[in-house]
Nanobody, 130 residues
Framework: EVQLVESGGGLVQPGGSLRLTCVTS????????MSWIRQAPGKGLEWVSS?????????YYADSVKGRFTISRDNTNNTVYLQMNSLKTEDAGVYYC??????????????????????WGQGTQVTVSS
């Protein structure tokens, strides 16, 4: 059974930091690109960041988070992380980890849908508020 379990969300003040963790199982983690996607209340899915899988670790970021967020992965423990610094109120939402990486997102912005990603986690809530 494929599982992706996110954790690390919570309430943080603007300017604060959070580290999200996604522990996976049930598939060959190292063979997949991994992504973080978020959804703000009342809005659609927004691609946040991706990290390549097989043989290299290229990272990609949405323009809105570049320089503030860092994605990383641990292929030994089948885990992907998202370090979020200098958080803004507009970063709030449910954060999902998922497999795969739409090539259009390489340019820093892209329109995505759920079908672009094969496996999804259940999400973790991030609230940024003073």
């Amino acid at each position: 059974e494929v599982q992706l379990v996110e954790s690390g969300g919570g309430l943080v003040q603007p300017g604060g930091s959070l580290r999200l963790t996604c522990v996976t199982s049930g598939f060959t983690f190292s063979a997949y690109h991994m992504s973080w996607i978020r959804q703000a209340p009342g809005k659609g899915l927004e691609w946040v960041s991706s990290i390549s899988g097989p043989g290299s670790m290229f990272t990609y970021y949405a323009d809105s988070v570049k320089g503030r967020f860092t994605i990383s992965r641990d292929n030994t423990n089948n885990t992907v992380y998202l370090q979020m610094n200098s958080l803004k109120t507009e970063d709030a939402g449910v954060y999902y980890c998922a497999t795969n990486f739409p090539p259009d997102c390489r340019r820093g912005y892209c329109t995505i849908s759920k079908k672009d990603f094969q496996y999804w986690g259940q999400g973790t809530q991030v609230t940024v508020s003073s």
